[in-house]
Structures are given as structure tokens and as C-alpha cells.
């Protein structure tokens, strides 16, 4: 009986060194968890920040391209009456030139043209 009372007691000494082990390496985990959270907490905030940052971007950059494709309807519009004096029925455009002053101009003679006239 002695021997099943020690045996007991051993075993019970075992079961709480486990259960001691097993709590620490609980409590090690969550640590190591909610560090993990914290961490993802911020990298979600700053992919937020750039996520609105991006998102400003595009908008600036769709206002750019609608600004830029009515600036080509323009052009296209004042060749139309230079060239032809009102809508023609079949003609090509030249996107690399424009009207100034009345004249049918290419681009880069635009500033040379603006020069002389200041």
C-alpha cells in the first residue's frame, strides 16, 4: 500500500510539472500570437495610408486622361473648320499638329510661333 501511495504521489507530481510545462508553453504562445496581431494590426493600417494614397493617385490620373482625350476632341474640332471650313465628309486628322491663330500648325512650331508673337 505504501508502494501504491508513492507511485501516486509520483505520478501526481508528474501531472502537475506537465500541466505547469503545458501552461507556460500556453501563455509563450499567445504571447507570441498577440505580438503577431499587433504586427499585422500596423501593416494593415499602412496598407490602408498607401491604399488611399493610390487611390487619390488614380483619380488624379483618370481626370488627366478625360482632360487630355476633350483636349484631342478640341484639336480635331478646330482642324475641321481650318482645313475645311466646317465638317468634312471624309478626312484624316494629324494629331501631331494643331490650329493657332487661324493657322494649321505642327506642335513644336506652336512655341516658336507664340515667341514671335510676345
Request: hydrophobic share 40%; net charge negative; glycine share 4%.
Amino acid at each position: 500500500m505504501v508502494k501504491a501511495n508513492v507511485e501516486l504521489e509520483l505520478s501526481n507530481m508528474r501531472c502537475t510539472e506537465i500541466k505547469a510545462r503545458e501552461k507556460s508553453r500556453v501563455a509563450y504562445v499567445e504571447s507570441q500570437l498577440e505580438a503577431k496581431v499587433e504586427e499585422l494590426k500596423a501593416k494593415h493600417a499602412t496598407l490602408k495610408a498607401e491604399k488611399s494614397l493610390v487611390a487619390a493617385e488614380l483619380e488624379k490620373l483618370q481626370d488627366n486622361v478625360l482632360g487630355l482625350c476633350e483636349e484631342s476632341f478640341k484639336q480635331i474640332v478646330r482642324q475641321t473648320f481650318v482645313l475645311y471650313n466646317g465638317f468634312p465628309s471624309d478626312g484624316d486628322f494629324d494629331l501631331t499638329k494643331d490650329v493657332f491663330e487661324g493657322r494649321y500648325v505642327a506642335f513644336e512650331n506652336i512655341h516658336v510661333v507664340e515667341d514671335r508673337c510676345s
